[in-house]
């Protein structure tokens, strides 16, 4: 094939455009320091660019998302320790004010500076960041609390603003004011005990709170210890308190215990065991029971058995406790002495002592020891022997034991234990039934009950329960619960009271007496506030009021209170630092993505640098050798 000038012309000018394209490409990487500048410079590379850029946006937006967040929680964790701080102050108010040192007019004083404490709460309350109300939920612009003389009403929603801050994470940043400062702390009355008195037929199942007496084995044992006499109870087929009443009293007649009976207590909350003084004696009966319980002069402990001549015997009872003792110590000592007719024994009225001379004739008689001694008479045995000496009446204390046999019977029926009297049982605490009537509270002596006022938010209701329509603890729960108001009226879960929980969480629940004569709320256990605005509002009133009572009442609401705002603190600096960790995890991946873009599309200068003289150099050279190659003709010109 024949080459002609054209050909080699066209070849030299390609080459020498391949050439500057090539120095130029590289020139244009070392200006912008990239090795790729467009998708052509290399497709497989910048897909994996696209990826890496892809996931540095998203961090990016991830770490504005979360420096958004902080600054939310960040005002969150100054507003809850304002309102922490609010709270512990109102407390201490009310600690100092909950006693009798302060009159009226300091408790008037205190009142004025809580009602700014509680305009404060407020305010905190409908606090804003960047023109939004910060407790509202969605409603952002819209304030979040509004309140009244009587309560407070949340205004806003439960709506929960999320950001992202990780692919597959989110984050709730914001806090729903109700939650907040409307949560129901307590139930007001969950702790009240209106003492329902037992009766006759009160079922062994309601005592102590519904947990009821230990049936299994259903046996005790009573014991008359002067007597010796050990009667066992069984009440394990009793179901009333008359039915027990009925055991007892049954079984200790048919033991011979005659002066003992179980009957209901004058404190209408339990059994007493009413005992009477019948003033016999046994050998088991205990000497410190004898002489109304003043015992026996056992200093010398000593007795004189003599005739004023010839026969004297010093009986010592040195260590006796007993009757049976006595006995012993005196007919062991006689016999010993040589004269064993000489024999003590109980008298037939069975009451004290009798000493009788079997053989009628020694003539004896019992004297004291010593002029300061009284053993003998204690003993009530002084005198003549002729040839019976009949001794005085004792005059025993009563003794009874009640010890349980295996279980816990008598314990729980409140009896058990010794007694020289009449035995008070505990209160057996019976829990309130729906058919409890309302008599039968305050230990039987019933409730004087007259007007209460709730106040929900803004919305109150007096309710009079002084009608006398109003028999059983169902028709007062009736009357409250059909009060118009939100809330639920119920027997409180111990059983002991009734309570009234809040069912309406926007608005705060106070309860609180319906005049200052009237003392309905607190007899029943419901004076006070379930939440934190609530509570605050009423030691206003509390104070204006001079209510020394009401104040110390509201001492345990302040800490829970305080409690919950420490918690819910506790709960924004938990996701704060759980912001804080994303932060460092998002900051690792931004560089380790950095570093792989920078991989990919980064050139490296100093290869670049050098690639760049070649190429230069290599364009120079065929500029040369092109010139050298291709000679212009006169032709040339001539065209």
């Known amino acids: 094939m024949r080459v002609t000038n054209n050909m080699i012309s066209d070849r030299m000018v390609f080459n020498m455009q391949r050439s500057i394209s090539r120095f130029l490409t590289l020139q244009g990487q070392l200006s912008t320091g990239k090795r790729i500048n467009k998708p052509s410079d290399d497709p497989i590379g910048i897909q994996r660019d696209l990826i890496y850029r892809t996931e540095l ?8 998302n979360i420096s958004q967040a902080q600054t939310w929680l960040m005002s969150y964790d100054s507003i809850l320790n304002d309102a922490k ?9 009310a600690i100092s004010m909950a006693n009798g040192t302060y009159d009226d007019s300091a408790r008037v004083g205190a009142a004025t500076e809580v009602d700014s404490m509680f305009e404060r709460l407020i305010q905190l309350a409908n606090s804003e960041l960047e023109g939004k109300f910060t407790f509202s939920g969605y409603r952002t612009d819209e304030k979040a609390f509004e309140a009244s003389a009587n309560g407070v009403v949340y205004k806003g929603d439960t709506g ?6 990780e692919p597959s994470s989110r984050v709730t940043v914001n806090l729903i004011g109700s939650d907040t400062f409307l949560k129901q702390l307590m139930i007001l009355g969950e702790n009240a005990d209106l003492n329902v008195g037992v009766t006759a037929n009160t079922l062994l199942s309601d005592l102590h709170a519904g947990d009821g007496i230990d049936q299994a084995t259903g046996t005790f044992t009573i014991t008359d210890e002067n007597l010796g006499i050990v009667s066992t109870i069984d009440i394990s087929g009793a179901t009333t308190l008359q039915d027990v009443l009925d055991t007892i009293n049954n079984q200790l007649a048919a033991d011979g215990i005659t002066n003992l009976q179980a009957v209901l207590g004058d404190e209408g909350n339990n059994i007493l065991l009413d005992t009477t003084e019948n003033g016999l004696i046994s050998d088991n009966t205990s000497l410190d ?23 004297t015997v010093q009986v010592d009872f040195s260590g006796a406790s007993t009757i049976q003792e006595i006995r012993n110590a ?16 109980l008298n037939a009225a069975g009451t004290g002592l009798q000493i009788d001379d079997a053989s009628g004739s020694l003539g004896l008689h019992v004297e004291e020891v010593s ?4 053993t003998a008479t204690d003993l009530g045995i002084i005198g003549t022997i002729d040839p019976t000496l009949t001794g005085n009446d004792l005059n025993p204390i009563v003794s009874f034991a009640v010890n349980d046999t295996t279980g816990t019977t008598a314990t729980d029926l409140g009896i058990f234990g010794s007694f020289t009297a009449d035995k008070t049982g505990d209160d057996l605490d019976p829990r309130i039934t729906l058919n409890t009537n309302l008599s039968d509270l305050k230990n039987r002596l019933g409730m004087n009950l007259g007007e209460l006022v709730i106040h929900q938010g803004d919305i109150s209701r007096t309710i009079d329960l002084s009608d006398p329509t109003l028999v059983t603890v169902q028709d007062l729960i009736d009357k409250l619960n059909n009060s118009g108001l939100d809330i639920t009226a119920s027997i409180n879960t111990a059983g002991t009271g009734i309570q009234i929980a809040n069912n309406n969480p926007n608005a705060s629940l106070i309860i609180e007496e319906a005049n200052s004569t009237d003392t309905t709320a607190k007899d029943m256990g419901l004076w006070g506030s379930s939440d934190i605005m609530g509570s605050l509002l009423l030691l206003g009133k509390a104070l204006r009021d001079n209510d020394q009572e009401g104040t110390g009442l509201l001492l345990e609401n302040f800490s829970n209170s305080i409690d919950h705002l420490l918690n819910t603190r506790a709960s924004v600096g938990a996701r704060s630092i759980r912001l804080e960790s994303t932060v460092n995890r998002l900051k690792d991946l931004e560089i380790s993505f950095t570093k792989l873009l920078s991989e990919v599309e980064d050139a490296d200068i100093t290869k670049l640098v050098t690639e760049l003289a070649t190429q230069e150099n290599n364009y120079k050279a065929s500029l040369m050798a092109s010139a050298k190659i291709v000679q212009p003709s006169l032709l040339d010109f001539l065209r």
Not at 57 to 64: D, I, L, S
Not at 85 to 93: E, H, M, R, S
């Open 57 to 64: 946006n998203k961090n990016e937006q991830y770490q504005e």
């Open 85 to 93: 701080n609010l709270i512990t102050n109102a407390k201490d108010i």
């Open 160 to 165: 929960k603003m999320e950001y992202q801050i």
């Open 289 to 311: 029971k004898l002489n109304g319980g003043n015992g026996i002069d056992m200093q010398s402990g000593k007795i004189l058995v003599t005739d004023g001549a010839g026969i």
């Open 330 to 345: 005196f007919n062991t000592q006689m016999a010993d002495a040589g004269y064993p007719q000489v024999m003590m024994s």
């Open 371 to 374: 002029t300061v001694s009284t």
